[in-house]
């Protein structure tokens, strides 16, 4: 009966995937991080929106990318 044993070995393996990840989740601050580019109307330089997500908290961020020319 390897079907048996095998699908509750796979299991114990998921389950422990899973609480690892949750405990990872309530220890650490932040655990995610994304960063989408926004186009802004009217010829706007290129902003960039960086979120940090958490359990607790999601901190949003607006990043407005300057080019300046220097000679």
Same mark, same amino acid.
């Given at each position: 009966m390897c079907v048996r044993?095998?699908?509750?070995?796979l299991a114990?393996?998921?389950g422990l995937v899973s609480l690892?990840?949750?405990v990872t989740g309530?220890?650490?601050n932040v655990w995610l991080y994304t960063r989408e580019p926004v @186009? #802004?109307?009217n010829n706007q330089p290129p902003t960039t929106v960086t979120f940090r997500i958490g359990?607790?908290?999601v901190c949003p @961020? #607006?990043?407005k990318t300057n080019?300046?020319?220097r000679e």
């Open positions: 044993s095998c699908s509750s070995g114990v393996a998921v690892t990840a949750l309530f220890v650490s @186009a #802004l109307p359990f607790w908290r @961020a #607006l990043n080019y300046t020319v």
